[in-house]
T-cell receptor, first 112, second 111 residues
């Protein structure tokens, strides 16, 4: 199994600023993903974090708004750029180990 | 594209009641199916999974059977406890490992 640590666990940010969320896995995982969970809604995939190359973004998400890094097989960051109140959500990272997906505890972001 | 539909919540039950949370899916081919649980203030945890038709996933008293003929993966538990109160997500994926989630169903169990 894998344990995923995410930080910060929560933050309140001013609009127009950026926040970087870190995701650390305690073992090497083949795939890492970033999801968004808007208030009262389900999880939506933002992008697949590719090790050593640019992330693969889902429809509706762009690199300029959500730059992602994955320098190695155990670490990834997601930045939420130029934030607006609509970005208030829980952001979760996920790693696939074997056939199972593990999730971090999430980052609860509030933009004011 | 692929999608997952879950019953609306919240589902409110008394302790020891029988639980069913409905989940149906639309997908090409033969996806794997999952139930995840999110306890208050925590991340998602895998509850159970099934990877092919007629498989039954089970864990902690919860069960779900992969029914291809009805494209369903309903979650059941014979006797719920207060500690089962959480949000339950049905999900599917193919070999790409990207999970497609349903909207989630909040379960509230009262003593």
């Amino acid at each position: 199994s894998a344990v995923i640590s995410q930080k910060p666990s929560r933050d309140i940010c001013q609009r127009g600023t950026s926040l970087t969320i870190q995701c650390q896995v305690d073992s090497q995982v083949t795939m890492m993903f970033w999801y968004r969970q808007q208030p009262g809604q389900s999880l939506t995939l933002i992008a697949t974090a590719n090790q050593g190359s640019e992330a693969t973004y889902e429809s509706g998400f762009v690199i300029d708004k959500f730059p992602i890094s994955r320098p190695n097989l155990t670490f990834s960051t997601l930045t939420v750029s130029n934030m607006s109140p609509e970005d208030s959500s829980i952001y979760l990272c996920s790693g696939v180990w074997g056939t199972e997906a593990f999730f971090g505890q999430g980052t609860r972001l509030t933009v004011v | 594209g692929d999608s997952v539909t879950q019953m609306e919540g919240p589902v409110t039950l008394s302790e020891e009641a029988f639980l069913t949370i409905n989940c149906t899916y639309t997908a090409t081919g033969y996806p794997s199916l999952f139930w995840y649980v999110q306890y208050p203030g925590e991340g998602l945890q895998l509850l159970l999974k099934a990877t092919k038709a007629d498989d039954k996933g089970s864990n902690k008293g919860f069960e779900a059977t992969y029914r291809k003929e009805t494209t369903s993966f309903h979650l059941e538990k014979g006797s719920v406890q207060v500690s089962d109160s959480a949000v339950y997500f049905c999900a599917l994926n193919h070999n790409t490992d990207k999970l497609i989630f349903g909207t989630g169903t909040r379960l509230q169990v009262f003593p």
